[in-house]
């Protein structure tokens, strides 16, 4: 009977070990996939940045219905080549470009939180700027609409 016991917990000992070994492969093959994916991911993202090179984006959000002063007062007076990436109240994005790489792109903003933004990509880096105080001491009519305009384009025009 002891031998039995003994012989009991050395089947039940192998198997766990052999299911602990079975887990750890499937693991390190899920880590290997998910690591391909991952490259792949940075691989179009960077591909991306060199077809869009040379390209001018403005981010805003819908906080505190600053949406609408956009919408009104900016974004029918920035130039053509200014690609739009709106971020709705779902956090939907909605953009003149490939949803995906806006994505990308808001996702490598610094200051997330501080909408409205400038973004632009040149030679394969992203360059963003928060505009956030100067387009709300427009809004609250303490500073001139032009100083926001001169800031925008100022940003945009490679110097």
Avoid at 2 to 11: M, S, V
Avoid at 101 to 122: A, G, T, V, W
Wanted: positive net charge; charged residues 25%.
């Amino acid at each position: 009977m002891k031998n039995l016991f003994l012989n009991l917990q050395g089947i039940i000992g192998i198997a766990l070990l052999f299911g602990f070994i079975l887990l750890f492969i499937s693991n390190k093959r899920q880590n290997k996939s998910i690591n391909k994916g991952i490259k792949a991911l940075e691989k179009q993202f960077n591909e991306d940045l060199e077809k869009y090179n040379g390209q001018n984006f403005f981010c805003y959000n819908e906080r505190k219905q600053q949406h609408l002063f956009i919408e009104k007062e900016i974004l029918p007076y920035l130039a053509h080549n200014i690609s739009i990436i709106h971020l709705d109240k779902n956090r939907q994005i909605h953009s003149t470009e490939d949803p995906s790489f806006s994505s990308n792109l808001l996702f490598h903003l610094k200051n997330y939180n501080k909408f409205p933004h400038l973004l632009k990509i040149r030679e394969g880096k992203i360059i963003d700027k928060s505009i956030n105080n100067m387009f709300f001491s427009v809004v609250n009519q303490t500073l001139d609409k032009k100083v926001l305009f001169n800031e925008i384009n100022d940003f945009y025009n490679d110097k």
